[in-house]
């Protein structure tokens, strides 16, 4: 018998085996397959909405309609993507202390 032999059911594990993180989307929004729908209320909002998009670089199809509320939500959150944040390393005990004091990091702020 193999060591690589599964035990259980079968219909279990090709289950499990279909199931994850994809991490190959089909389609990202703001594409030219998959432009952002935005609608607005008039043609000069339009005109600032598509020249705010043709500077980012993203595809955005806009309807003008008085009548309706404005509903640019899609648009604002590929525009505030929040930015990745980075944090300094923490010096290792041995290390001299970053307040300037000359003692090491364990004897002063750790």
Known sequence: ?????????????QNHVLAGYNV????????EE???????????????VEALAAENTIFV?????????ENTIELDTLLNKPKT??????????????CGSGKKYKKCCA
């Open 1 to 13: 018998m193999s060591k690589l032999f599964f035990k259980g059911r079968i219909e279990t594990r």
């Open 24 to 31: 190959n989307r089909d389609v990202k929004a703001g594409t």
């Open 34 to 48: 998959s432009p952002i729908a935005v609608m607005v209320q008039t043609e000069a909002r339009k005109a600032e």
């Open 61 to 69: 199809t806009v309807t003008v309609d008085a009548d309706k509320e």
């Open 85 to 98: 944040m980075t944090f300094e390393k923490t010096p290792n005990r041995n290390d001299p202390c970053s």
